[in-house]
Each structure stands twice: as structure tokens, then as C-alpha cells.
């Protein structure tokens, strides 16, 4: 590894000023459909107890949320990337405001701990996969 590498890539945080509702979070995740560069979204917030399952549509893709989304971690290629993803946050968090960082906010490695517990750092990227028709 030379000097301008890095051993992870880097993320971008998008933590509205609010939670966001099922509609704000599919909106959301349906502009950064078009953002290139994005590897890894991970949605963050506290759990719900509903009885029914609230469901929301990304593309051809179902997601069922258990959570109230209140943060948008999202591992990105390239820092051009940030410029993409902060139009689409302009657009969809225009109401309500957000702010957004830069830096790397989760694991990039497994702990020790992990290993012993078994834990994974899969993620699922097929949400934002183009739709092929």
C-alpha cells in the first residue's frame, strides 16, 4: 500500500434533523439510485414495534423497515461521490434540514469480539441496484 491509499473506504453520514418516514427514507434511497460510487447504504435508528409491516419500495426491490430511520451511513468509491449524495439529501431533506459528514462512522474490520460471537459485515447492496427490464 502506497502513502495515498487508505485501508477502508470512506463513508458519508446524512443525519436529518428529524425521523424520517417511510416515504422520506424509499425518496431518499431512490435518488441515490442514481448516485455512482456508492458501495454499502446502511440505515440507522431506533427499533419499532408495529403489528403490521411497514414496507417500502426502492426500484423493483421491498425493504421492511423495523426502524424509525434517523441516519444514512453510505460507504462510498470516490469523494466525488459526496457531491451527488448531498444533492440528493438537498432535495429530499429541503423541509426539515439534515447534515451530512464525511470520515468513516462503522467497522471496516472484525474485532476480536466478533469473531468469538460470530458476527458478520455483510451488508446488502442489491437494494440499490439498477432496475434491468
Known amino acids: 500500500m502506497n502513502e495515498d491509499e487508505i485501508p477502508y473506504s470512506p ?24 448516485v455512482e460510487g456508492i458501495t454499502k447504504v446502511i440505515l440507522h435508528g431506533p427499533r419499532t414495534y408495529d403489528s403490521t409491516k411497514r ?6 426491490q421491498e425493504l421492511i423497515l423495523d426502524i424509525q430511520v434517523g441516519k444514512f451511513f453510505i460507504e462510498i468509491e470516490h469523494p466525488e461521490a459526496i457531491i451527488a449524495i448531498q444533492e440528493a439529501a438537498d432535495e429530499v431533506f429541503a423541509q426539515f434540514g439534515y447534515r451530512i459528514g464525511a470520515g468513516r462512522f462503522t467497522k471496516y474490520q472484525k474485532t476480536t469480539m466478533d469473531y468469538v460471537r460470530g458476527y458478520t459485515l455483510d451488508f446488502r447492496k442489491d437494494i440499490l441496484e439498477t432496475d434491468n427490464e
Do not use: Y
Not at 425518496?27 to 439510485?33: P, S
Not at 414496507?55 to 423493483?60: A, E
Open 55 to 60: 414496507v417500502i419500495k426502492v426500484g423493483k
Open 11 to 34: 463513508e458519508v453520514v446524512i443525519f436529518p434533523n428529524r425521523l424520517c418516514s417511510d416515504e422520506t427514507v424509499a425518496k431518499f434511497l431512490e435518488g441515490l439510485k442514481e
